[in-house]
């Protein structure tokens, strides 16, 4: 019998850049899943437009509806249950998760974050990566925890900082890199190579003792 594949639900806030370059993996067969669903906190989200024109449904919970956090995820958990998935992809989703929330999904909820963690986590990552002079920048995936950018690292890939670079040379470089790591990192989970066992990440039934490294110029994906 065939393997299903992999459901993904995808949150996002913005323009879906991320969700681009998964679909397209999706579509080409390098990564074994489909996206069932995407959400947005925000109704003018760029993604929502992007993921239905791929044919995919949308919904919006925008969190300005709610009084609180709590609310908003009740609603947000109600979304999800709605289309069953089997992972949760966080793709430029700007709202910070509780830990009810997160725990609720724990194992099953990874993250992309523009920066080499535990470097510069939160916002303006680019631009504070210029102003502290590091030689390189990147990006990074990992699960979710209740420590905002703090959830165990799966694979980083590093882009050189160039003496001319602003934040917007620097940043859109970096998301080409994204493009690349984070349909490969999904590729592992839905292979079943990569797991979270409590607070360990496992690829291939071993250990991570740190994350998996890309290269500025390629990428690994065996």
């Given at each position: 019998?065939?393997?299903?594949?992999?459901?993904?639900?995808?949150?996002?806030?913005?323009?879906?850049?991320?969700?681009?370059?998964?679909?397209?993996?999706?579509?080409?067969?390098?990564?074994?899943?489909r996206v069932v669903q995407v959400i947005s906190n925000r109704p003018g989200a760029g993604g929502l437009t992007l993921a239905a024109a791929a044919g995919v449904p949308v919904a919006v919970v925008?969190?300005?509806?709610?009084?609180?956090?709590?609310?908003?995820?009740?609603?947000?958990?109600?979304?999800?249950?709605?289309?069953?998935?089997?992972?949760?992809?966080?793709a430029g989703f700007m709202r910070v998760l509780t830990a009810d929330f997160v725990a609720r999904h724990r194992g099953r909820l990874i993250n992309i974050h523009p920066s080499l963690l535990p470097e510069f986590p939160g916002l303006d990552t680019h631009a504070r990566a210029l102003a502290a002079g590091?030689?390189?920048?990147?990006?990074?995936?990992?699960?979710?925890?209740?420590?905002?950018?703090?959830?165990?690292?799966?694979a980083q890939i590093r882009v050189p900082v160039r003496a001319d670079d602003t934040p917007d040379t620097l940043a859109a470089r970096v998301l080409a890199a994204e493009h690349r790591l984070y349909p490969t990192v999904l590729g592992w989970y839905a292979r079943g190579r990569l797991t979270l066992a409590g607070e360990q990440v496992q690829l291939d039934g071993l250990p991570l003792a740190a994350p998996v490294p890309f290269a500025a110029a390629g990428e690994r994906d065996d």
């Open positions: 019998m065939t393997a299903q594949p992999l459901r993904l639900a995808v949150l996002l806030s913005g323009r879906g850049s991320n969700l681009d370059s998964i679909l397209r993996a999706c579509a080409a067969g390098t990564l074994p899943a925008d969190h300005r509806q709610f009084a609180d956090r709590a609310g908003f995820e009740r609603a947000l958990d109600a979304q999800l249950a709605a289309v069953p998935c089997d992972l949760v992809v966080l590091v030689a390189e920048h990147g990006a990074s995936v990992h699960f979710v925890t209740a420590a905002v950018d703090g959830g165990p690292l799966v």
